[in-house]
């Protein structure tokens, strides 16, 4: 991918090489953005214990009031 090249002098094979480029680049971000995310989710889950939903003892809690009326 060679951001001077002017596309109205590429042929259209050379065109359509850089847009797949550009695409495969996207997929990889995109792949390795979902793996890190994945990989953080993961650890969280093993340190929150067998149930994603348990509170440690010391967990204050908090209820918003009602509205009026």
Do not use: H
């Not at 951001?3 to 850089?18: C, G, I, K, L």
């Not at 890190?36 to 908090?62: H, I």
């Amino acid at each position: 991918m060679n951001p001077s090249r002017n596309p109205d002098t590429m042929t259209a094979t050379e065109r359509r090489t850089e847009i797949a480029s550009i695409l495969a680049t996207g997929l990889m971000r995109s792949v390795r953005v979902a793996r890190s995310r994945t990989s953080v989710v993961a650890e969280k889950v093993s340190e929150a214990g067998e149930f994603g939903l348990d509170l440690s003892a010391n967990s204050p809690l908090s209820v918003a009031p009602r509205p009026a009326g």
